[in-house]
């Protein structure tokens, strides 16, 4: 699995030595993960490792552990799941963990290295993204990337008490799609 490079940070394939105590207090922090599927659940490192675990042995999702260059620091994962080899598509999900990173731009660069990495070295033709419709940051992220908006689920997440909508945006690979 390469390594992906940005200016500031890089992307490699997530390890089981990434399950510590930093990446547990992500997935257990309300504001970090109320946008997460993830969040219904009290994380363990013994959950977190066998999540790292299975995504390690799937032949069709990769989970990137995201690290700060200057830090050598584990700020965020963003995976490229359900990715279908003959349809050629995949979806793409993402946690910036560590508080200190947001607004930094880190998930769209982190968006961008993956989606180059789907369409160069996949071959894919489509990826998708499904964003509850008041995570404000993830849709700029994905719209910075070049996303549209494919479609609305309404009524989809449940969130705070109430239904929200999911907007699901797409990329389609310029060097496949006319």
């Not at 089981?16 to 970090?32: A, R």
């Not at 080899?85 to 560590?98: E, M, Q, R, S």
């Not at 998708?128 to 993830?138: K, P, Q, R, T």
């Not at 109430?162 to 060097?175: S, T």
């Amino acid at each position: 699995m390469p390594i992906l490079e940005s200016d500031n940070f890089y992307l490699r394939k997530i390890s089981l030595e990434d399950c510590n105590e930093n990446y547990l207090g992500w997935m257990n922090d309300s504001e970090i993960n109320q946008y997460l599927e993830s969040r219904f659940i009290t994380h363990t490192i013994d959950s977190l490792k066998n999540f790292v675990s299975s995504m390690n042995s799937s032949e069709n999702n990769i989970l990137f552990a995201i690290i700060d260059k200057e830090s050598d620091k584990h700020i965020g994962n963003i995976k490229l799941g359900g990715i279908h080899p003959v349809h050629k598509y995949a979806d793409i999900g993402l946690v910036i963990g560590d508080k200190n990173y947001w607004g930094r731009g880190i998930a769209t660069n982190a968006i961008s290295l993956v989606c180059k990495y789907a369409f160069d070295d996949l071959n894919l033709r489509k990826v998708f993204a499904g964003v509850y419709e008041n995570n404000i940051g993830s849709i700029k992220a994905f719209k910075k990337c070049g996303f549209k908006k494919a479609y609305i689920k309404k009524d989809t997440y449940f969130f705070k008490g109430d239904f929200i909508d999911a907007f699901v945006f797409e990329l389609y690979n310029k060097n496949l799609v006319d």
